[in-house]
């Protein structure tokens, strides 16, 4: 056998590798070139669908312009995607895949409160950083634990303490609300009520549904004609003939002033037929499913980079409405994973501790095309990001913004510390 | 609302549930008589119904023509699938009945997961071939699901008559009474079986079209059709249609008037309790033949 002479495979050696480094230049001066992989839970199928649909197409917007941007800590970024069913026990099976069989150095995504709050105690047992974009009130209520943070969403105590004052000063004092029975739901419940009472009003009636009901005019004699507010709030693939049944319900007879959470039409087509009723109601929106007037500069590339356009939809397909209100939970996240990392210094799943640390020693997020919801602030104690509401207004078929929040109009007093507890 | 509306509304309702569930179910109870199958996929082939529906109202481009085009070609699609089935695979375990329940358990599935690869996991809407609101003093009212409850009702007729009237119906009834001797005189007995069967998923795509104006199709929306419908069955006897009719209309209407008047858990408990004390009592039924 003829063998290779030393110096010519020192030759070919050094080539390859310069080739290598040549193809990823703005890698190089990073200790490894291997990809920091994350976790995505991702509803992909289940009741969440539609919201998986969009949280896919962000996070996949988001991590090209990371790796545009030279990756994290100088190496390139992937993300694993793996369904959970919207499910809480795939959900925490899906937390176990992620992190033990395909050693993502963390997991974020998850939006359905069941889901976040069946996976998050497995999180805590595999010590893995478990970021939600969820909404739900069960981060800062103290209920998960360390390794569980949502810095890229605010929670429903803030978003319905801070916009209760303009409910009721605006639409009326007697409120009824529909909400979806299970902890999301809760969240409303309770949290919206104890708001409406300090500012003197009243909830006159709460009628809860179960997330997986079909048929839901049985539901509506039970709003008292004394109501002057209906306050609903709804999720899963049922929310289009909910509104539907809605508008048949009252039909063109006296009604009470609407408030809805958009989550009751999220991916849903306002122009939809049977969806006219809606004209003249308001609805909480996160984030302006249409492009407002005063729209930051940022707000075209983020459109253009999900693929949304202004009115939006998809510019693929105008039917496909996107679940613009939370789908830039998923953008925000992964930008402060990003700076997560980076602050410390992140090398490899030993270094998971310093990353939750790092965040939680995050105060404030500007607004920018890395927040591009609006500027935040970070409370690292709680675990929970707090930033505006809009309130918008159905007029001519088109989600218009009147109203916005500040930021200290959601904040509350912190119910734990997370910071005290061990890792 | 007084209890007057209120009662209205609730009938109403309830009305609209009992046609649509009379459908499913009379599918269901025609399989098990006939065939003596219990067929746990009955639910995939009304979602399979309703997703076609959106497929096919998707084809075409106006809105009242592809509810009627999704009326006629759904539950053909359908009901040629399950023709399929039958004979590929519930032919082959000769209809035994604890084999085919298993079969049908794993055809669940197999429908289930393939509505959702190729359909996806959304709830697709399916515009109403016409916007007719009735507008009560109390309350306003969907015109399109009274016409669901006529159209219901004339299918069920028609169901009916063939059952009693048609040579197709004396096939299917002699064979239900018996096998061997319907043979004997010469009956297919396996085309019959698998007509009946795709009778039964045929009429299940029937009561999917007319529903999914009201609530979208999507990939998991045939479990409660299935256990309603089983209930309705079990509450009617096992193989009666008469039975089937008139339990579906009991369970209907006290699922409507207990759902509104209480929680609507209330009316899921009623539903299985009526199932529990039938099979205490009277396990043929009420109309059932004593086996």
């Not at chain 2, 000769?94 to 794993?106: L, M, N, Q, R, Y």
């Not at chain 2, 409850?149 to 007729?157: D, E, F, P």
Request: aromatic share 10%; proline share 5%; with cysteine.
């Amino acid at each position: 056998m003829k063998t290779l002479p030393r110096r010519s495979v020192l030759t070919g050696l050094a080539a390859g590798s310069a080739l290598a480094l040549g193809g990823l230049p703005r890698f190089v001066q990073a200790q490894s070139a291997a990809p920091i992989k994350l976790g995505f839970q991702l509803h992909r199928t289940g009741i969440g669908a539609a919201y998986g649909r969009w949280y896919e197409r962000t996070a996949q917007a988001a991590l090209a312009l990371v790796n545009a941007q030279g990756g994290i800590n100088g190496r390139p970024v992937e993300i694993l995607f793996e369904d959970d069913g919207t499910d809480p026990k795939r959900g925490a099976e899906v937390v176990e895949k992620l992190t033990t069989q395909h050693g993502c150095d963390l997991i974020f995504g998850p939006l359905f409160s069941h889901v976040v709050i069946g996976s998050a105690p497995r999180a805590g047992e595999l010590k893995v950083p478990y970021l939600v974009c969820s909404e739900g009130y069960h981060v800062a209520s103290g209920m998960l634990n360390r390794w569980t943070l949502q810095p890229g969403i605010t929670d429903v105590r803030a978003q319905v303490s801070s916009m209760a004052p303009w409910v009721t000063q605006t639409l009326g004092k007697r409120v009824t609300m529909v909400f979806p029975d299970y902890a999301f739901g809760h969240d409303h419940r309770d949290f919206f009520t104890e708001a409406v009472k300090a500012q003197g009003g009243e909830v006159i009636a709460q009628i809860a549904v179960p997330p997986t009901e079909t048929s839901f005019t049985r539901y509506f004699p039970q709003i008292p004609a004394e109501t002057e507010v209906l306050y609903h709030v709804m999720v899963g693939p049922a929310v289009l003939t909910f509104v539907k049944e809605l508008g048949e319900f009252y039909g063109s007879g006296d009604r009470p002033q609407i408030f809805g959470f958009i989550d009751s039409l999220e991916a849903v087509d306002l122009a939809a037929p049977g969806l006219e009723f809606l004209e003249g109601t308001y609805f909480w929106e996160a984030h302006n499913r249409v492009k407002q007037a005063d729209a930051p500069e940022w707000e075209a590339t983020y459109r253009a980079a999900v693929g949304v356009d202004d009115n939006g939809a998809s510019v693929s397909d105008a039917r496909d409405v996107a679940t613009y209100s939370h789908m830039f939970s998923v953008w925000e996240t992964l930008f402060t994973i990003k700076k997560g990392m980076e602050a410390a210094g992140y090398q490899s799943p030993a270094d998971r501790q310093k990353f939750v640390e790092a965040l939680e020693a995050m105060t404030t997020f500007d607004a920018g095309l890395d927040h591009v919801q609006g500027a935040k602030v970070f409370n690292g104690k709680t675990h929970q990001v707090f930033g505006s509401q809009f309130i918008s207004k159905v007029e001519g078929g088109k989600l218009m913004r009147v109203h916005q929040t500040s930021i200290a109009d959601g904040q509350y007093p912190d119910a734990v510390d997370y910071t005290a507890q061990s890792f | 609302m007084g209890t007057g509306p209120l009662l209205l509304l609730a009938t109403l309702e309830g009305t609209v549930m009992a046609a649509v569930l009379a459908l499913a179910a009379v599918g269901l109870s025609l399989s098990f008589g006939v065939m003596r199958v219990v067929n746990v996929a009955h639910g995939e082939f009304f979602m399979l119904g309703a997703v076609l529906a959106w497929a096919v109202a998707q084809a075409v481009p106006s809105a009242p023509l592809g509810f009627v085009a999704a009326l006629v070609i759904c539950p053909v699609l359908v009901g040629a699938l399950a023709y399929a089935i039958d004979a590929g695979l519930l032919r082959r375990l000769k209809h035994d009945p604890e084999a085919t329940i298993v079969a049908t358990i794993g055809l669940s599935y197999i429908l289930q997961q393939g509505a959702l690869s190729l359909f996806g996991p959304d709830a697709r809407p399916v515009e109403a071939p016409f916007t007719l609101r009735l507008q009560l003093p109390w309350f306003g009212y969907s015109g399109y699901k009274l016409f669901v409850v006529v159209a219901a009702a004339l299918v069920l007729l028609a169901v009916w008559w063939v059952m009693t009237r048609s040579r197709a119906g004396l096939v299917m009834r002699a064979t239900q009474i018996d096998r061997a001797t319907a043979r004997a005189f010469g009956i297919n007995v396996d085309r019959v079986y698998a007509g009946t069967f795709a009778l039964g998923a045929g009429l299940a795509a029937v009561a999917a079209v007319l529903i999914v104006p009201i609530q979208q199709a999507h990939y998991l929306m045939g479990h409660d059709p299935l256990l309603l419908s089983f209930i309705v069955v079990i509450i009617g006897g096992l193989g009666s249609i008469r039975g089937t009719l008139i339990a579906a209309l009991v369970i209907g209407l006290a699922d409507g008037i207990l759902s509104m008047l209480y929680p609507p858990t209330l009316a899921k408990i009623f539903a299985t309790l009526a199932v529990a004390l039938v099979l205490v009592f009277r396990p043929q039924g009420l109309f059932g033949a004593r086996p």
